[in-house]
């Protein structure tokens, strides 16, 4: 089957809670349009539509955190992905907790299970959506993550989002590396 338009079906993707603006008045927005550009040094990127309240926050400030979620808060998530900034405080609204950043001047959300500091290195204007590409500066781990390994992550239960339906990662498959294919 083809589809009577190209679309992008890149699924599953994280529904990612992203904190920024100054550190008086912080916003959250949900964004899916996430990952990682670079290893060294660790990149990122967030695509964000640019009539969205958080995009002049990113664009101004050139900051943001990625914050990773569990699935027991998917209903704060869809709120600060349905409601804007311009008429919610949706820290308030959800009970998030905003604790100050390591090194930028903005929020990460206390119940991440994952946060990432980012600083904007680029900016890309792709059609609907900018893409801001940044630098990963300081990475923090939930408590829950006992061994301080991110192989904890494929134990927890991160929010993720395909298509208009927000579920959580599965269970795990094979170690990576680990196939047992034999090749000719």
């Known amino acids: 089957m ?4 190209p679309e992008s079906v890149i699924y599953p993707v994280p ?7 100054a550190v008086a008045s912080p916003n959250l927005i949900t964004i899916a349009w996430t990952g ?6 660790p990149m990122c990127y967030i695509s964000v539509r640019k009539e969205r309240f958080s995009h002049h926050l990113i664009s101004e400030m050139r900051q943001f955190v990625i914050n990773l979620m569990p699935s027991t808060l998917v209903q704060e998530v869809d709120f600060c992905g349905t409601k804007t900034g311009k008429i919610f405080d949706k ?7 905003p604790l100050l950043c390591e090194k930028l001047d903005t929020v990460r959300v206390g119940e991440a299970i994952v946060s990432l500091e980012c600083e904007v290195v680029e ?10 590409i940044a630098n990963i500066v300081v990475t923090h781990l939930s408590d829950s993550m006992k061994d301080n390994s991110l192989t904890g992550l494929i134990h927890e239960q991160l929010l ?5 339906y927000y579920h959580h990662a599965g269970d795990p498959l094979l170690n990576y590396g680990a196939n047992s294919l034999k090749f000719k």
């Not at 529904?15 to 603006?21: D, H, K, P």
């Open 91 to 97: 820290f308030k609204e959800t009970g998030l907790t």
């Open 123 to 132: 900016i890309l204007q792709l059609g609907s959506h900018d893409m801001f």
């Open 2 to 5: 083809i589809l009577k338009s």
């Open 15 to 21: 529904a990612a809670l992203i904190s920024c603006g």
């Open 36 to 41: 990682t550009v670079n290893s060294t040094p």
């Open 160 to 164: 993720g989002y395909t298509k208009g």
